[in-house]
Every structure is written in structure tokens, then in C-alpha cells.
């Protein structure tokens, strides 16, 4: 038995299997883009099926569209919201820049499923929604894509990433308080350098993502413009007066978020600047949660031949050949994490500098892009913060070990006996093994009081303790 039938489109007739929604231009989508495995993100399709309600609600508001066929488009839409329909949108990532074949796919099973809940058959000549002239009506691949990536991304962004990332700064600030007291040696350039406490060490990491969570947060006015109404060119052909107003507020409405019309159709179509913006910030994270993952794992480091200052959660063995090693697999996660959107931004921004006159045709890669950043850098900060952070606790005898034994509190010296005097102290002490006291009193530079009271490293925090 023929497990398929015939769909046509312009170019011709197309065997689609027989139980698939999709339609002829999907099929040859699959047969010419045989390219990887990277899949067309499902918050894209998502937020397509919410534009292609919008727009047919609109529509049939205008009066260009039959209220019945409006009522069928918005019923499978409702579906596909609901995740019935997942496995009818296979096309890869590497397909046309423009996006029109996930376009059509989306049309296709919209347009066929509609037709069989009206009571038709996928074998019908005849089907009583087009996918083309009733699905896609007032609408072009060149608006209809870029609109569904800025739905998809403010999307994920809001309700994913950023509360995320959020749980993380929370706890690091968590036990930024916890361990305001404890007082260790500060290091620069790898080397010792004056004392601060854990938790102004830890409130930098607070900060960082603080300002980086900001600029990402800043990135989302821009990306709430909608390019639907533009069409093909940004001009607006074949859409009813008033349409691309009226179909970003009913995406508005539908979705619970802040969309509005672009301002200028020709920039939506033709840069994505907005895409480019957005996973800039993600990358500003990226490289913050770098530096906070790569100070965890080195502070934790040892636990006996490191610096060994905290101790993290020993979450599963880390060697196939030494028993009871325990590494710190959390960080090292993240931190591929971040090296992976640092990537990935840099592909996307040579996807943004490539739109060419009056429509950019990177726009598959740039949505994949931005949509796998975001979902890694989120994903990444809750596993760090469950597995690594929140069970993160100084070791305080090594870090009054380290405090003790370090040459770089003779800089409470400066200011009583100088520079220069501060310094040979260090050398002497450094160079003979002694202590800063055995140094210091040596060269008959400080008596042993005024060591025991210039020389205290929890008078050394500066104006921010």
C-alpha cells in the first residue's frame, strides 16, 4: 500500500507522506536541505502559530478574510500552542536565509489540519483553506519570520533565561551576606595581594550579573518591534489599512507582552539589529559567569596541593583511575557554556552585518543562535546555582592559613614606616623564610606591639567594610 500522497505547488506534484499535515513545499525542504541536524527551534513554531492566529483574527476583522476560515486557522493554532502538533515541523536550521520554507510549513499543517477538522481529507484536490491565500494572507516570509524570531526570543528571554539567572545572583548574594566576616587574602595577577572578606569577594559576582542581567533586560524594547505588516519589501503591499497596528496589538493581547509595530519595516526586514543587541548582552553574561565559574573552580582548587579556600559539593567521582578524586564539574559545565555563546554570538553578529539591501537572509541561524544561548546560559545557571553555589562554604582554617602566611600584609606598613622599608621587609622574610614579624623585627623596623596593632588583617578592608 502507497504510504503517501500528492501535494502540488508552483513548481509541481510532491509524494508527502500520508500522515503528515505538511504540504509540498515543506517535502522539498526536506529532500533539498539535507544539512545537519539542527532542528528550527519549537518556540519559533510556537510563536508563529501565535502570529498566524493574530493575523487571522485581524484579518477577519478587516474584512479580507472569511470569519468561518479565520475561526479553523485559529483552532489548529490553538493546537499547535498546546504541543499536538511538534512532530510536523521537521525542517532543519539550514534552509533558505529568509525563512520561507518553515513559513510554508507552518502554513501547510495549519492550512491541512484546518481542512480535515472541517471534515475534508488530506487526499482532497480541492481543500477549503489555502495555504497561501488564506493562511499567509496579508503576510510574506520576509515579515512574517523576523517577527516570529522577536516572539520567540522576548519569549524565551522573560520567562526562562532571566528568572534563571536571577535564582543564581540571588544565592550568590545569599551567601555574599553569609560570609561578610570571613576574612582571606586577596589575590591579582595570581599572586597575593591585601585582604577582603568572601563576601565582597562574592558580591563582585553579584554585581557582574546584576549589570549584565540590565543589559540584557535593555535589549527587550527593542526586540518587542514587530516586522508583521511589512510583506515582502517593507512596504506594506497586500495588507488591509491599519493592519500591521492592529495585528501587533492582538499579538500583544494574546501573548500577555509588550509587542508593538515596528516603526520602520524596512530595518525589521533588513537588519535584525534587535537579534544582534540581544545575544551581545547574553555574551556579556556569558563572559561574566567566565570569570565567576573559573574563581569557584580555582578558590576550590586542592583540596589539599591547592589554594583549597572553599569547599563546593562533591556531586560524583572524578576519575576512572583515582580513587576519591572529586572535581569541579559544575564549573566546568558553565564555563563551556559560555565559551559556546561567546561563539555562537560571533556567528550570529557576521549573520547580522549580511543584510543585503532590503531583507537579511541569515535569519534561520541568527534565531537558533540566540534561542541556544539563551536556553544554555539559563539552563547552565540554575545547574550551577542547585549543584555548586548553594552548598558552597569556606574552609576557614586554610583561608586564615593563606592570611597568615601571606608577605602582602606588610602593606599595612606603608603608611608608618614607608614604602621602601615595608618592602625590604617582605624580600627579607620571603627570601629567608621567615615571617613579616621575625622580618620586621630583624631589621629593627617595627617594635613587636606596633606589629601586633599596624598589622591586622580585619583592619585592612578598606572603606568598604
Not at 519549537?42 to 493575523?55: G, H, I, P, Q, S
Not at 488530506?122 to 510574506?140: A, G, R, Y
Not at 523576523?146 to 528571554?157: E, G, L, V
Not at 518587542?224 to 493592519?243: D, H, I, R
Amino acid at each position: 500500500m502507497d504510504n503517501y500522497r500528492i501535494e502540488k505547488d508552483s513548481i509541481g506534484e510532491v509524494k508527502v507522506p500520508k500522515d503528515k499535515y505538511w504540504g509540498a513545499q515543506t517535502q522539498r525542504s526536506l529532500q533539498n536541505f539535507k544539512i545537519g541536524q539542527d532542528r528550527i527551534p519549537l518556540e519559533v513554531v510556537y510563536a508563529f502559530a501565535t502570529l498566524k492566529k493574530a493575523a487571522a483574527l485581524t484579518n477577519a476583522q478587516l474584512g479580507v478574510l472569511d470569519s468561518k476560515k479565520a475561526e479553523f486557522i485559529c483552532n489548529v493554532c490553538e493546537e499547535i500552542l498546546q504541543n499536538k502538533h511538534d512532530s510536523q515541523f521537521p525542517l532543519v536550521v539550514w534552509q533558505t536565509g529568509s525563512g520561507t520554507q518553515t513559513n510554508m510549513n507552518v502554513n501547510e499543517v495549519i492550512a491541512n489540519r484546518a481542512h480535515v477538522l472541517s471534515g475534508g481529507s488530506l487526499t482532497d484536490t480541492n481543500k477549503f483553506i489555502h495555504p497561501n491565500d488564506d493562511v499567509n494572507k496579508s503576510q510574506s516570509s520576509n515579515d512574517t519570520f523576523p517577527t516570529a524570531m522577536h516572539i520567540a526570543a522576548y519569549r524565551f528571554i522573560v520567562e526562562q533565561t532571566i528568572p534563571k539567572i536571577e535564582v543564581l545572583k540571588k544565592t550568590l548574594s545569599n551567601k555574599a551576606d553569609q560570609f561578610k566576616d570571613v576574612v582571606k587574602i586577596g589575590r591579582t595577577h595570581f599572586m597575593d595581594a591585601t585582604p577582603l572578606t568572601l563576601g565582597m569577594e562574592l558580591s563582585g559576582y553579584v554585581s557582574q550579573l546584576s549589570h549584565g542581567l540590565k543589559a540584557l533586560k535593555n535589549t527587550l524594547d527593542h526586540l518587542s518591534e514587530l516586522a508583521l505588516g511589512g510583506t515582502a519589501v517593507g512596504t506594506g503591499l497586500n495588507t488591509p489599512e491599519g493592519y500591521a497596528e492592529k495585528v501587533a496589538n492582538k499579538i500583544a493581547e494574546l501573548t500577555g507582552l509588550p509587542f508593538k509595530t515596528a516603526e520602520n519595516k524596512f530595518e525589521a526586514l533588513a537588519a535584525h539589529d534587535a537579534i544582534v543587541e540581544t545575544s551581545g548582552a547574553l555574551k556579556q553574561l556569558a563572559v561574566s559567569l567566565m570569570k565567576i565559574g573559573n574563581d569557584i573552580r580555582m578558590l576550590s582548587s586542592g583540596p589539599r596541593s591547592g589554594i583549597g579556600e572553599i569547599v563546593i559539593p562533591s556531586n560524583e567521582p572524578g576519575s576512572s583511575i583515582m580513587p576519591g578524586k572529586v572535581n569541579p564539574t559544575q564549573c566546568e559545565a558553565l564555563t563551556m557554556v559560555c565559551a559556546q555563546v561567546i561563539g555562537l554570538d560571533n556567528a550570529t553578529s557576521i549573520g547580522g552585518m549580511n543584510g543585503h539591501f532590503e531583507l537579511n537572509v541569515f535569519k534561520p541561524m541568527m534565531v537558533f543562535n540566540l534561542i541556544t544561548s539563551a536556553r544554555l546560559l539559563g539552563d547552565a545557571c540554575m545547574s550551577f546555582e542547585e549543584n555548586c553555589i548553594r552548598g558552597l562554604e569556606p574552609n576557614t582554617q586554610r583561608i586564615k592559613n593563606h592570611l597568615e602566611n601571606s608577605l602582602m600584609l606588610v602593606t599595612a606598613l606603608n603608611t608608618h614606616i614607608g614604602y621602601d622599608n615595608a618592602a625590604k621587609i617582605a624580600k627579607k622574610a620571603h627570601s629567608e623564610g621567615k615571617t613579616l614579624r621575625e622580618a620586621a623585627l630583624e631589621l629593627e623596623l617595627v617594635t613587636n606591639d606596633e606589629f601586633d596593632k599596624w598589622v591586622d588583617p580585619s583592619k585592612m578592608l578598606g572603606n568598604m567594610a
